[in-house]
């Protein structure tokens, strides 16, 4: 049995800041560095040990509850002003019942109504661009998804509605970008940040007053085709719990936060990946003009783009989440080494998908690897187990038809001196800036 105490330590550690200065803006060469050392890596984010794995037999042992039962409530305690028990803080049976209590926002039947509303803003969004240089299409991508999110959460049908969407719409940008300091700071170190605490304090606040007004509408009129109205109906068959409107707060913000951070990114990788290659740009537009021609964009077309959904998978496998933690609830063993309650586990979807035992030549953007016998195991882009992103395909839907009407509409390319740099400010790895020159099709 391997002792914890002869788990090599990731090189570059100093006093205090353990390894947090190796992932501050672009953390890509440091993760990549960690396979290397072994199976389990000893990290410093701050002056605490963490654990990380870095094997998908491992991540799925912690995931599928093998190795032990773990929490995450130092998040939890950390952004308990904005969210204080949404489903990805949750553990143990709170986190089982909740799963079960959302699901149906997510099933076939809302996803189809849904999938209306995501191809007609898309189709908008997209008309709406300017031929030209456009200097950064990301506040455009943010400004997509933000109008799909808010569109699919609710169906505001006053001004009062559409002023607390407003606000919540002005705020949450910067109380998201919050969650992500303080989730990855010790308690000690994030007390320090007094005028921060006091302002995420206060918004946290004022956000989830405009939300409960929302959702007090919503309560008036449950049959509207939205996530909230469908929150707000549902009742566990085994138990009969309801959500209350405090859970369906936390859970709206919690799509939310999945959607503006991680969606947002994703979406601009997809741009990225295609623009870069003229090869897959062009099997990209030659399947477009023959699905969808001059457009408009409809739900159903999502499903007859194969190859535009091989460049997505592939995108999420090269732009996977670099990080996520979950500290040990009680003793656990991972593979031969046993660890005390209270140790931090972390993993990085982005470090497997990287190793070439995994995606062979995993370098190389090539969404054919799609074609063959890919090892469905070490992908894992939404997680795995119960920790699994339950909006995993309304992702993937809501990415497909923004991809296709964007580049049904248009034909994007890099500027000549473009050089990509990188910044890890949420769990997926953003571009900082992605300028693009807008030529119409055709």
Not at 48 to 58: E, H, M, N, V
Not at 82 to 102: C, F, K, Q, W, Y
Request: hydrophobic share 40%.
């Amino acid at each position: 049995m391997l002792q914890a105490q002869e788990i090599p330590t990731a090189p570059g550690r100093l006093p205090l800041l353990g390894h947090s200065h190796r992932i501050t803006g672009d953390p890509r060469e440091f993760v990549l560095s960690l396979a290397r050392l072994g199976p389990i890596v000893r990290v410093y984010l701050g002056p605490q040990a963490s654990y990380l794995l870095t094997t998908p037999d491992l991540i799925r042992d912690v995931s599928l509850g093998r190795a032990g039962d773990f929490h995450r409530d130092t998040l939890r305690e950390a952004i308990s002003e904005l969210v204080s028990g949404a489903t990805n803080v949750l553990s143990g049976p709170e986190h089982d019942l909740r799963r079960r209590m959302i699901a149906p926002v997510f099933r076939q039947g809302p996803l189809t109504s849904y999938a209306q509303t995501v191809a007609s803003i898309a189709d908008e969004w997209s008309a709406s661009l300017v031929a030209g240089a456009c200097p950064d299409i990301r506040p455009h991508v943010h400004e997509l998804v933000m109008r799909t999110m808010f569109a699919t959460l609710f169906q505001a049908d006053s001004d009062a509605a559409d002023d607390h969407i407003n606000f919540i719409r002005t705020h949450i940008p910067w109380l998201l970008s919050e969650v992500i300091i303080r989730g990855s700071l010790p308690a000690p170190l994030r007390r320090l940040r007094v005028l921060s605490n006091r302002r995420f304090t206060s918004q946290s606040k004022q956000v989830r007053a405009a939300m409960r007004a929302l959702v007090e509408q919503s309560r008036l009129g449950t049959d509207r085709p939205d996530m909230a109205s469908t929150l707000l109906s549902h009742v566990d068959e085994d138990s009969g719990a309801t959500l209350d409107d405090d859970d369906v707060i936390d859970e709206l913000l919690l799509a939310l936060a999945a959607g503006i951070g991680s969606q947002s990114s994703t979406f601009s990788w997809l741009i990225y990946e295609i623009v870069r290659a003229p090869a897959i740009a062009s099997r990209v537009y030659e399947e477009l003009d023959s699905v969808i021609g001059t457009g408009p964009i409809q739900p159903a077309q999502a499903s007859s783009l194969p190859f535009l959904r091989k460049v997505l998978m592939e995108t999420l496998r090269v732009w996977a989440p670099w990080i996520t933690l979950l500290t040990a609830d009680g003793p656990v063993r991972i593979g031969p080494t046993a660890f005390p309650d209270g140790t931090n586990i972390v993993f990085s979807p982005y470090l497997v998908h990287h190793q070439d035992r995994y995606f062979p030549d995993a370098q190389t953007f090539d969404p054919d690897r799609w074609d063959d016998d890919v090892d469905r195991q070490a992908m894992m882009p939404f997680g795995v187990g119960q920790r699994h992103c339950p909006g995993n395909n309304f992702a993937l839907l809501s990415i497909t038809l923004a991809a296709a009407a964007l580049f049904s509409r248009w034909r994007p390319q890099l500027p000549g001196d473009f050089r990509l740099k990188v910044v890890g400010r949420d769990f997926v790895l953003s571009p900082v800036r992605l300028p693009l020159l807008l030529t119409p099709a055709g």
